[in-house]
């Protein structure tokens, strides 16, 4: 099912349709909204409406869709932008393009078939869907119409008048009626509905009514017509309550003046229409035709009323014209006036005059051949829009910029209401008849002759007056009086500004000094502080060294303050002149900007123009009495201020601080950061150890309190001691141990391989008390190297290790308790077993391999001696001594890999030799000692 809704402009047929389809639960199609978004794509193109070839290439490019009531052009939401006045105008010539109508009337077609819709537009009924199964045409009066759109337009923030609106509408009206594709007309066999006195719930429900009537009969097999019922009220001399009683008449409710008839009835109706008089057919074309032909005519008062004057032209009627539309000319009865012939019959029969649209198209052809002539015509600003003024020219409203009011920047629009000026026109646009004006030009043709005069008298370092016209970040713009030029803001003054605004305002008259002249540009550079001397001449007469001056904090940087002593005249005093003692990290600490400060002239370099200044040399310097108050040794109190990684400052006084530096803070600790030992604000005792008043550094000491420890625990801690203590960290260079005397021991580790380093670990944890030999004393590191070795031991090797560490004062004899060695020999005897039975059962299964490695272990095997009850003599024991350190170091790490054992035997085995040996040479007696000594120590 298809329903047609067709109408004039402002009739009510979108909103109408909308709710009809809402209500009947269907689709709805509104055409004018595609035709709209069509026209829109033509603006925002840049493209001219009525350029027909134009339009026609570019429609491939536009694509229209439609979702419920939103309307998409482009994929762009466009259902607010097409209502716009700018579309209103611009969419009746595009949608009178045959190109245009063939796209769009396909397209609504296409939709139309796939569903049940409502369909609103002007030729719907007609070219669209001639068989639309219900077609409605929707009519109502111009003035209605234009209050329904101007209320529409202002809802979407436009500002026109009433009468804008309704030219705009009747401009419409005559092109959709008069275009050759599908002009705006009722279908024959549409149902008139005058919507003037109707809401749209009442318009919405005849429509419905209607349909819902005939739910099965669609609106082909049936005719509609109208009945008219109005009379017509013919009167010599109409007065207006004659013509108002007639109009009201003439609103009648449509639905009851309509009434079925047949098809023959309809047949005889057009039987009697062919009997009319020709002659008076051809007499009315005629009157017609003259009034077509020409739209503005001279007509006579007859009558001026209340709310119109009647105006008679020769017509068969009068016409009638609103009174407001003369203004404060009210014509007299008898007068002859020229109006424009708007409509020859509205839709209720009546002559449509209009005496403002008459002044229009006079007042425009006036307006054509000014622009033509490049002429002045004078016009009255009558009110303010957005983006500038609206003024009015003998009845044509034309726009007026804002940046065409006058050659300066306006401030105050509101000023300019009312007055009456002299304007160019820029652009008429016949087609929109828009008119933009300016008068600018006007004044800039006037200082053109002035402005070319005063160019060829300028010179560089000419004085001159001017007003100043615009005020910028960057400067100021000057109006010598038709030549402008800039004065900048670094030519502004000798001192420091942040704006042009805080030394002159837009209109001052100033007197400025021509500074750069481009000849070829014609650009105007001026300076205002050339006109005063430079304040850094004669500096060093106003500010001497040693002066103390005072000025203003005018820019706070990171390594001092810029003080402006006068305008141009800047000091700075650097952050290291702030404060003898303060540790001072921004300037921002002590002042502020702008502050008042007072300092001391340091130095002063007029060629580069700086002048150094200092604020601490107001004050006495601490540091010259220092070496008095504190001498090397002396212990003093201090708080500790701030800690660092390096150390601690403790302050001593007032503005007087030291640094304890962190090797100083103990002599048996290794201390990583001082917050291990010491808090901020915590009073401690300190030791003055050195005072320098060239770097103003003071070193102090908390360690040289107390007496250095490391000479007695180097004492008690020799190397192959026995040292007791808890495990405190495993770390990845070794295991950390504390031992008695508040020392640290440190089991090396770092060498190992990660393997290694397990195995060792796996033997301690955190927390576990040990028993390990010393290997070393390290007073740099303050730490006790212990024996990683014994970490490993088992219980006998431990022994054997606290034994030898005891006998202090054996030679090549070591003496180890029987009990003891009976279990190592026990040990050696299973361990020297296992290998042989593994032997036995590998010749069974490879004789070959077993006699190979039986030589190879019969090579490797040392004969057993006896050990011998005399000792060697004291020449050798003494050469041995000698020799002792240096080959015990070579094989240390063979001596690592062998078993106890093994070590003990080979102890054993040199005692042996040295007995039946006795007279050998005693080198090799000495070198057997070392072995045995060496062994000794490893077990």
């Not at 004039?8 to 349709?17: F, H």
């Not at 921004?586 to 340091?602: C, Q, R, T, W, Y």
């Given at each position: 099912?298809?329903?047609?809704?067709?109408g004039?402009?402002?009739?009510?047929?979108?909103?109408?349709?909308r709710?009809?389809?809402?209500?009947?639960?269907?689709?709805?199609?509104?055409?004018?909204?595609?035709?709209?978004?069509?026209t829109?794509?033509?603006?925002?193109?840049?493209?001219?409406?009525?350029?027909?070839?134009?339009?026609?290439?570019?429609?491939?490019?536009?694509?229209?869709?439609?979702?419920?009531?939103?309307?998409?052009?482009?994929?762009?939401?466009?259902?607010?932008?097409?209502?716009?006045?700018?579309?209103?105008?611009?969419?009746?010539?595009?949608?009178?393009?045959?190109?245009?109508?063939?796209?769009?009337?396909?397209?609504?077609?296409?939709?139309?078939?796939?569903?049940?819709?409502?369909?609103?537009?002007?030729?719907?009924?007609?070219?669209?869907?001639?068989?639309?199964?219900?077609?409605?045409?929707?009519?109502?009066?111009?003035?209605?119409?234009?209050?329904?759109?101007?209320?529409?337009?202002?809802?979407?923030?436009?500002?026109?008048?009433?009468?804008?609106?309704?030219?705009?509408?009747?401009?419409?009206?005559?092109?959709?009626?008069?275009?050759?594709?599908s002009?705006?007309?009722?279908?024959?066999?549409?149902?008139?509905?005058?919507?003037?006195?109707?809401?749209?719930?009442?318009?919405?429900?005849?429509?419905?009514?209607?349909?819902?009537?005939?739910?099965?009969?669609?609106?082909?097999?049936?005719?509609?017509?109208?009945?008219?019922?109005?009379?017509?009220?013919e009167?010599?001399?109409?007065?207006?309550?004659?013509?108002?009683?007639?109009?009201?008449k003439?609103?009648?409710?449509?639905?009851?003046?309509?009434?079925?008839?047949?098809?023959?009835?309809?047949?005889?109706?057009?039987?009697?229409?062919?009997?009319?008089?020709?002659?008076l057919?051809?007499?009315?074309?005629?009157?017609?035709?003259?009034?077509?032909?020409?739209?503005?005519?001279?007509?006579?008062?007859?009558?001026?009323?209340?709310?119109?004057?009647?105006?008679?032209?020769?017509?068969?009627?009068?016409?009638?014209i609103?009174?407001?539309?003369?203004?404060?000319k009210?014509?007299?009865?008898?007068?002859?006036?020229?109006?424009?012939?708007?409509?020859?019959?509205?839709?209720?029969?009546?002559?449509?005059?209009?005496?403002?649209?008459?002044?229009?198209?006079?007042?425009?052809?006036?307006?054509?051949?000014?622009?033509?002539?490049?002429?002045?015509?004078?016009?009255?600003?009558?009110?303010?829009?957005?983006?500038?003024?609206?003024?009015?020219?003998?009845?044509?409203?034309?726009?007026?910029?804002?940046?065409?009011?006058?050659?300066?920047?306006?401030t105050?629009?509101?000023?300019?209401?009312?007055?009456?000026?002299?304007?160019?026109?820029?652009?008429?646009?016949?087609?929109?008849?828009?008119?933009?004006?300016?008068?600018?030009?006007?004044?800039?043709?006037?200082?053109?002759?002035k402005?070319?005069?005063?160019?060829?008298?300028?010179?560089?370092?000419?004085?001159?007056?001017?007003?100043?016209?615009?005020?910028?970040?960057?400067?100021?713009?000057?109006?010598?009086?038709?030549?402008?030029?800039?004065?900048?803001?670094?030519?502004?003054?000798?001192?420091?500004?942040?704006?042009?605004?805080?030394?002159?305002?837009?209109?001052?008259?100033?007197?400025?000094?021509?500074?750069?002249?481009?000849?070829?540009?014609?650009?105007?550079?001026?300076?205002?502080?050339?006109?005063?001397?430079?304040?850094?001449?004669?500096?060093?007469?106003?500010?001497?060294?040693?002066?103390?001056?005072?000025?203003?904090?005018?820019?706070?940087?990171?390594?001092?303050?810029f003080?402006?002593?006068?305008?141009?005249?800047?000091?700075?005093?650097?952050?290291?002149?702030?404060?003898?003692?303060?540790h001072?990290k921004?300037?921002?600490?002590?002042?502020?900007?702008?502050?008042?400060?007072?300092?001391?002239?340091?130095s002063?370099?007029?060629?580069?123009?700086?002048?150094?200044?200092?604020?601490?040399?107001?004050?006495?310097?601490?540091?010259?009495?220092?070496?008095?108050?504190?001498?090397?040794?002396?212990?003093?109190?201090?708080?500790?201020?701030?800690?660092?990684?390096?150390?601690?400052?403790?302050?001593?006084?007032?503005?007087i601080?030291?640094?304890?530096?962190?090797?100083?803070?103990?002599?048996?600790?290794?201390?990583?950061?001082?917050?291990?030992?010491?808090?901020?604000?915590?009073?401690?005792?300190?030791?003055?150890?050195?005072?320098?008043?060239?770097?103003?550094?003071?070193?102090?000491?908390?360690?040289?309190?107390?007496?250095?420890?490391?000479?007695?625990?180097?004492?008690?801690?020799?190397?192959?001691?026995?040292?007791?203590?808890?495990?405190?960290?495993?770390?990845?260079?070794?295991?950390?141990v504390?031992?008695?005397?508040?020392?640290?021991?440190?089991?090396?580790?770092?060498?190992?391989?990660?393997?290694?380093?397990?195995?060792?670990?796996?033997?301690?944890?955190?927390?576990?008390?040990?028993?390990?030999?010393?290997?070393?004393?390290?007073?740099?590191?303050?730490?006790?190297?212990?024996?990683?070795?014994?970490?490993?031991?088992?219980?006998?090797?431990?022994?054997?290790?606290?034994?030898?560490?005891?006998?202090?004062?054996?030679?090549?004899?070591?003496?180890?308790?029987?009990?003891?060695?009976?279990?190592?020999?026990?040990?050696?005897?299973?361990?020297?077993?296992?290998?042989?039975?593994?032997?036995?059962?590998?010749?069974?299964?490879?004789?070959?391999?077993?006699?190979?490695?039986?030589?190879?272990?019969?090579?490797?095997e040392?004969?057993?001696?006896?050990?011998?009850?005399?000792?060697?003599?004291?020449?050798?024991?003494?050469?041995?001594?000698k020799?002792?350190?240096?080959?015990?170091?070579?094989?240390?790490?063979?001596?690592?890999?062998?078993?106890?054992?093994?070590?003990?035997?080979?102890?054993?085995?040199?005692?042996?030799?040295?007995?039946?040996?006795?007279?050998?040479?005693?080198?090799?007696?000495?070198?057997?000692?070392?072995?045995?000594?060496?062994?000794?120590?490893?077990?």
């Open positions: 099912m298809i329903i047609a809704i067709d004039p402009a402002g009739s009510g047929k979108t909103t109408t349709a709710e009809v389809a809402r209500r009947l639960g269907i689709a709805r199609l509104d055409t004018g909204a595609m035709y709209r978004a069509i829109l794509g033509v603006l925002e193109a840049g493209l001219d409406p009525q350029d027909s070839n134009a339009v026609e290439d570019l429609l491939d490019s536009l694509q229209v869709d439609m979702e419920g009531d939103r309307i998409f052009l482009n994929g762009k939401e466009v259902t607010d932008r097409i209502r716009l006045s700018d579309v209103t105008e611009a969419v009746s010539p595009v949608s009178a393009m045959k190109a245009v109508r063939e796209k769009m009337v396909s397209l609504q077609r296409e939709i139309g078939l796939k569903q049940d819709c409502v369909v609103d537009g002007r030729d719907i009924g007609t070219v669209v869907f001639p068989d639309a199964d219900y077609k409605f045409f929707l009519v109502a009066d111009t003035r209605v119409r234009a209050e329904r759109r101007l209320k529409e337009q202002a809802d979407k923030g436009e500002n026109l008048s009433l009468d804008e609106v309704t030219r705009q509408i009747e401009m419409r009206d005559r092109m959709d009626s008069s275009r050759d594709q002009p705006l007309k009722k279908a024959d066999d549409a149902i008139e509905i005058n919507t003037s006195n109707l809401t749209i719930d009442q318009q919405v429900q005849r429509i419905i009514d209607k349909v819902e009537s005939n739910p099965n009969v669609t609106m082909k097999e049936s005719l509609m017509t109208e009945e008219k019922t109005v009379e017509q009220v009167t010599e001399n109409p007065q207006e309550p004659v013509i108002a009683e007639a109009e009201k003439s609103i009648a409710d449509p639905y009851d003046m309509i009434k079925h008839v047949t098809r023959e009835q309809v047949e005889e109706i057009s039987e009697v229409k062919e009997e009319i008089d020709e002659e057919e051809t007499l009315y074309n005629r009157t017609l035709k003259k009034f077509n032909d020409d739209k503005r005519v001279m007509g006579h008062v007859i009558r001026v009323g209340e709310k119109d004057v009647v105006v008679d032209i020769g017509f068969k009627s009068e016409g009638m609103p009174l407001d539309e003369f203004g404060d009210i014509p007299e009865v008898g007068e002859q006036i020229e109006i424009y012939v708007d409509k020859i019959e509205d839709q209720h029969g009546q002559l449509v005059l209009s005496k403002k649209k008459a002044d229009f198209l006079k007042s425009w052809e006036v307006l054509k051949q000014k622009y033509a002539d490049n002429d002045i015509i004078e016009g009255k600003i009558i009110k303010r829009i957005k983006g500038g003024m609206v003024v009015d020219l003998n009845g044509v409203e034309a726009f007026l910029p804002g940046s065409q009011i006058d050659v300066r920047p306006i105050d629009f509101d000023a300019y209401i009312g007055k009456t000026m002299d304007f160019k026109i820029v652009k008429l646009n016949e087609a929109r008849k828009n008119i933009v004006i300016s008068h600018k030009e006007i004044k800039e043709e006037a200082l053109k002759e402005r070319e005069e005063l160019l060829s008298q300028i010179q560089v370092d000419q004085v001159l007056k001017g007003r100043v016209k615009n005020i910028t970040d960057f400067g100021v713009f000057v109006d010598l009086g038709g030549v402008d030029g800039l004065l900048h803001i670094t030519d502004m003054s000798w001192g420091r500004i942040n704006h042009p605004s805080e030394m002159v305002k837009v209109d001052d008259i100033i007197t400025v000094k021509v500074i750069d002249y481009d000849t070829e540009k014609q650009r105007v550079s001026l300076g205002l502080k050339q006109l005063t001397p430079h304040p850094w001449e004669e500096i060093e007469q106003r500010y001497p060294i040693g002066s103390v001056v005072k000025g203003r904090a005018v820019s706070i940087t990171n390594y001092g303050i003080v402006e002593l006068e305008k141009g005249v800047e000091g700075l005093i650097h952050i290291s002149e702030l404060s003898w003692t303060q001072i921004h300037p921002s600490e002590l002042f502020n900007l702008n502050d008042e400060i007072e300092a001391k002239v340091l002063i370099d007029s060629e580069e123009r700086k002048i150094s200044l200092g604020v601490k040399q107001l004050q006495p310097d601490p540091w010259e009495s220092i070496e008095q108050r504190y001498t090397e040794g002396m212990q003093v109190k201090g708080v500790v201020r701030n800690l660092t990684q390096f150390g601690a400052f403790v302050e001593l006084e007032e503005g601080d030291g640094l304890v530096h962190v090797s100083d803070l103990s002599w048996t600790r290794k201390i990583r950061h001082p917050k291990e030992v010491l808090q901020k604000g915590q009073e401690v005792d300190v030791v003055i150890l050195e005072v320098n008043t060239d770097s103003r550094k003071i070193s102090l000491g908390i360690k040289q309190l107390e007496t250095n420890p490391w000479d007695v625990i180097e004492e008690k801690y020799k190397p192959g001691s026995m040292a007791k203590g808890e495990v405190l960290k495993i770390l990845e260079k070794g295991v950390i504390q031992l008695e005397e508040n020392v640290e021991g440190l089991i090396p580790m770092g060498d190992m391989s990660k393997k290694d380093r397990k195995n060792y670990t796996k033997a301690v944890k955190v927390g576990e008390e040990v028993e390990l030999r010393v290997e070393k004393v390290d007073r740099d590191e303050r730490k006790v190297i212990l024996s990683r070795d014994d970490l490993i031991m088992n219980e006998e090797e431990k022994e054997i290790a606290k034994v030898i560490s005891s006998q202090e004062n054996a030679t090549q004899k070591i003496e180890i308790p029987e009990d003891i060695l009976n279990k190592l020999q026990t040990d050696e005897k299973s361990e020297e077993e296992k290998p042989a039975k593994k032997e036995a059962e590998s010749k069974k299964k490879s004789p070959k391999s077993a006699d190979k490695k039986t030589e190879e272990e019969s090579a490797e040392v004969p057993e001696v006896e050990e011998a009850d005399e000792e060697p003599d004291a020449e050798a024991e003494g050469k041995a001594d020799k002792k350190t240096s080959k015990a170091d070579k094989k240390e790490e063979e001596a690592l890999a062998e078993e106890t054992s093994e070590v003990s035997g080979e102890a054993e085995d040199s005692k042996e030799e040295a007995v039946e040996t006795g007279a050998e040479d005693t080198e090799e007696t000495a070198e057997e000692e070392a072995d045995e000594d060496n062994a000794g120590k490893k077990a």
